[in-house]
């Protein structure tokens, strides 16, 4: 069974995340697969997601997995390293609040420096608007930043439901609309 993502609320989504000190040891190595697991059982679930930090599952280290259609895989201890001057806005969606969606400004480019599983250090520069909005959505994770901390206005916060009665009305009022990956 795996772990249940954190809802809205819940004071573990606000704390700001250490380091991950050695992708060696055996209980950072555990975390890691309980991470991958959860994003791998909210997807079968619920249809979609793309990505998982480690803080919406109770874990506060600063790890992130990744699912954009090729398997699960981590990126440990990421940071940005470049942002775009552009920036767009998206309705963007959270597993710790799956039914709403909320308006946000989003840098349209970002370059990010991580390890991967084994330590070994990757950079991944300039990348593209799909994955540039998520990485930036799941970075804020690792410093306690949600989504609905970032609405552009009180308009900017709605159920799925009511976006899903009318998407192309909704889809107008921004820039970049989430394409999902299942």
């Known amino acids: 069974m ?3 993502v954190l809802p809205l ?3 573990r989504l606000r704390r700001v995340c250490d380091p991950v000190r050695d992708v060696k040891d055996p209980d950072f190595q555990l975390e890691n697969r309980r991470l991958k697991a959860a994003l791998d059982a909210f997807r079968a679930e619920m249809g979609f997601g793309r990505g998982i930090a480690a803080p919406q599952i109770g874990i506060p280290k600063r790890f992130i997995s990744l699912n954009l259609g090729k398997g699960t895989h981590s990126l440990i201890n990421p940071e940005i390293t ?4 552009e920036t767009f806005t998206l309705w963007d969606d959270c597993m710790c609040f799956p039914d709403l969606l909320v308006k946000v400004r989003r840098h349209a480019s970002i ?3 991580f390890l991967d599983e084994a ?3 990757h950079a991944w520069e300039r990348l593209g608007q799909a994955e540039s909005e998520l990485l930036q959505h799941e970075l804020d994770h690792l410093d306690g930043v949600l989504a609905t901390d970032l609405a552009l206005d009180s308009q ?3 159920y799925r439901t009511a976006f899903n009665t ?3 009305y909704f889809q107008k009022q921004v820039d970049y609309v989430i394409q999902p990956t299942i």
């Open 82 to 85: 470049w942002r775009s001057e």
């Open 119 to 121: 330590g070994q250090p």
């Open 111 to 113: 370059s990010i420096k």
């Open 156 to 158: 900017s916060i709605i």
């Open 9 to 11: 609320g819940d004071p």
């Open 2 to 4: 795996s772990d249940r």
């Open 166 to 168: 009318d998407p192309a």
